[in-house]
């Protein structure tokens, strides 16, 4: 799942330009038996299959040869829900992470021993842990100077300030179906411009 997301755009461009390294760890290359078995049925009944404390264990192990100081972070219903300030301070700071994907019901409790943060992308649960990942990923990534490309591309945008929404924006043509781009904006007049742009600029109500 993760190859599409990881090598496109600015990703791609972030590892080509040696900004960051991406290394994918397969966890059932750690189960257990002749079936490289990662879950089990959970203690107590229910529904579903919860993941496998050893698999866990040997896979992180794993990771941590390559960075032992890396952070382990679960995606979790549980966790603190995400953030853009958040996204700008790890894209700041020197760590490096591990990223624990839970899959099927869940993860016996004991792989929390591992863990150093859990977080989670919204009040919803998805099938995996692996597309809020990449979420989490594209949304750090592209925060490290140098990605972007512009001076100020990551500072002038929604979320740059709490929960500010970022002002209307047009481009070429000045009108479509009927609909013309303000005339302040073709005005040349930047006071005017930045003016518009910040009364014109939101905040978001959860």
């Known amino acids: 799942m993760f190859t599409g997301v990881l090598n496109i755009s600015m990703l791609e461009k972030a590892q080509n330009k040696d900004i960051v390294e991406f290394k994918l760890i397969q966890l059932r290359d750690y189960g257990l038996g002749k079936r490289h078995q990662v ?3 959970p203690y107590g009944g229910g529904d579903g299959m919860l993941l496998k404390p050893e698999p866990i264990f040997k896979a992180i192990e794993k990771a941590k040869e390559y960075k032992p ?7 979790t219903p549980r966790g603190k829900r995400w953030q853009q300030s958040i ?6 700071d020197s760590n490096d992470y591990i990223f624990l994907c839970a ?3 869940g993860y016996d409790e004991r792989i929390l021993a591992l863990v150093d943060e859990q977080i989670r992308i919204g009040d919803f649960i998805l099938t995996g842990g692996e597309i809020p990942t990449m979420v989490v990923i594209d949304s750090i990534v592209r925060l490290i100077p140098g ?8 500072e002038i945008e929604s979320f740059s300030e709490g929960n500010n929404l970022e002002f209307p924006q047009y481009t070429r043509p000045e009108e479509f179906n009927g609909v013309k781009v303000p005339d302040i904006l073709l005005s040349g007049n930047h006071g005017a411009v930045d003016k ?8 978001v109500n959860d």
């Open 87 to 92: 996204a700008k301070e790890w894209s700041s």
């Open 39 to 41: 879950d089990d049925t």
């Open 196 to 203: 518009w742009r910040c009364d014109h600029s939101g905040k």
């Open 147 to 154: 990605v972007l490309g512009g001076e100020n591309s990551a």
């Open 103 to 105: 899959h099927y019901e």
């Open 69 to 75: 100081n890396s952070k382990v972070i679960l995606l």
